[in-house]
């Protein structure tokens, strides 16, 4: 799969968030524009200095699993909240480069523009491969929200400090809390039903971005 290379990702600090300050400007959120047959979710884990990151392709909406591809490589920026993408992102996108099936849509586990910049893993990759993505973690990053009623794949609103509509939060068959929003080329409806279409019972994550987080270790 092709991929813009718009940056350097060895970079400071400073540097890095300049470079969010330009790809902002890129951003598209919109309703889907083809229909969605064939969707990779992607995570990541780290082991001392090491990255391993894994996609899981699946057929949509079936979630038959197509294809799992790993990698490895050496995390060279210290987590810092907000700035995951120079983390994981040259990791990431070298495993997307390595997929040999097309893909629709991607979930990354991380947040689209429910970011301080709006610019999240998932936005920050969206537009670097033009493919729609979509963010999803487990804790919240940036914004405000009130608990989903109780009961399986209830969701509310994720909104910024002026009220804006930001992403959703869905309950999970489990129980536990999810936060999704938009990554680029995709809308905030089309990501809630993506995402909700891909839960399963007895998993906290959309399928296919649960069976990546559970292998991206090479070393298993």
Same mark, same amino acid.
């Given at each position: 799969?092709?991929?813009?290379?718009?940056?350097?990702?060895?970079? #400071?600090?400073?540097?890095?968030?300049?470079?969010?300050?330009?790809?902002?400007?890129?951003?598209?959120?919109?309703?889907?524009?083809?229909?969605?047959?064939? *969707?990779?979710?992607?995570?990541?884990? !780290? #082991?001392?200095? /090491?990255? !391993?990151?894994?996609?899981?392709?699946?057929?949509?909406?079936?979630?038959?699993?197509?294809?799992?591809?790993?990698?490895?490589?050496?995390?060279?920026?210290?987590?810092?909240?907000?700035? /995951?993408?120079?983390?994981?992102?040259?990791? *990431?996108?070298?495993?997307?480069?390595?997929?040999?099936?097309?893909?629709?849509?991607?979930?990354?586990?991380?947040?689209?523009?429910?970011?301080?910049?709006?610019?999240?893993?998932?936005?920050?990759?969206?537009? /670097?491969? #033009?493919?729609?993505?979509?963010?999803?973690?487990?804790?919240?990053? !940036?914004?405000?929200?009130?608990?989903?009623?109780?009961?399986? %794949?209830?969701?509310?609103?994720?909104?910024?400090?002026?009220?804006?509509?930001?992403?959703?939060?869905?309950?999970? !068959?489990?129980?536990?809390?999810?936060? *999704?929003?938009?990554?680029?080329?995709?809308?905030?409806?089309?990501?809630?039903?993506?995402?909700?279409?891909?839960?399963?019972?007895?998993?906290? %994550?959309?399928?296919? /971005?649960?069976?990546?987080?559970?292998?991206?270790?090479?070393?298993?």
């Amino acid at each position: 799969m092709k991929v813009k290379l718009l940056h350097k990702w060895d970079v #400071e600090k400073e540097e890095a968030e300049r470079i969010q300050d330009k790809l902002k400007n890129k951003l598209i959120i919109k309703p889907l524009s083809k229909k969605i047959e064939t *969707i990779c979710g992607i995570d990541s884990c !780290y #082991e001392e200095d /090491l990255i !391993y990151s894994c996609g899981v392709i699946c057929s949509f909406p079936e979630l038959e699993i197509l294809d799992v591809l790993k990698i490895e490589g050496k995390a060279k920026f210290p987590y810092i909240p907000g700035l /995951l993408a120079f983390r994981e992102g040259e990791n *990431i996108i070298k495993l997307i480069e390595k997929l040999e099936r097309d893909v629709d849509c991607f979930i990354l586990n991380g947040h689209g523009i429910a970011h301080p910049k709006r610019l999240g893993l998932a936005s920050h990759i969206g537009i /670097l491969i #033009e493919k729609p993505t979509i963010g999803c973690a487990k804790k919240i990053l !940036y914004g405000k929200y009130s608990e989903p009623p109780i009961f399986p %794949l209830s969701s509310t609103f994720i909104k910024d400090d002026e009220g804006e509509i930001i992403g959703h939060v869905l309950r999970n !068959y489990n129980g536990g809390l999810i936060f *999704i929003s938009p990554g680029h080329l995709i809308d905030f409806k089309d990501s809630l039903e993506i995402v909700i279409k891909c839960m399963k019972e007895n998993f906290s %994550l959309p399928l296919p /971005l649960q069976i990546a987080h559970q292998n991206c270790k090479i070393s298993n």
